[in-house]
């Protein structure tokens, strides 16, 4: 089977696009084109364009995290309209972030980092803040999480809301930028 030939049949706009998205999404994961890759990430792509998703963010999400759009039709479909009803806006990339977060964790692990943010004192409202600001502070591990909140709040000394209203700092290294740095303070 011509797996970049498949990945043509997509429709993407031209043909440099076409050949970009085949190759980079090979060469990233090459698994994902031996099953039936086309046919199974048409239906979820479609959803998304009538959603109003801007196609040149779809096809870089698309690039960089194929198996994404490879899942079941009706889990994405559930997913994508969970992301509007949280109020991320399908013209934004960081639609796709948290359609990208939520797709890809399932219900207990989701609740298992929620629960992690609620133990550092955090409110329904500010982890919902949080992933709006950041989605992918959702795919950071409940270690990760818990480290990072443990440097802030106790050597640091921020209030867990404040980490709540910047989460991007949850994402950052601890070991290669947080320590380093403050240990020269």
Sequence with gaps: MDHLGSIQSLKLESDKEMD???????????????NNFPSLVAPNLALLRECGVVESNILSKLVDHPRLFAGSHDKF?????????LGFN???????????????????TRDGKVNVFKEWGW????ITLAFWKFP????????????????????VG???????NCPVLLGL???KRLIPRWSHF
């Design 77 to 85: 479909k559930r997913t994508v309209e969970e992301v509007k009803k």
């Design 136 to 155: 992918f502070c959702m795919m950071l591990s409940e270690c990760k999480i818990k480290a990072a909140m443990s440097f802030y709040v106790n050597t």
């Design 123 to 126: 409110s329904d409202e500010e």
């Design 173 to 175: 290294s601890l070991n």
């Design 20 to 34: 970009h998205l085949g190759c980079s999404a090979y060469k990233r994961h090459p698994g994902v084109l031996q």
């Design 158 to 164: 921020c209030k867990p809301s404040y980490i709540a």
């Design 90 to 108: 399908p013209l934004r990339q960081n639609f796709l972030s948290a359609l990208q977060a939520l797709v890809q964790m399932s219900k207990s």
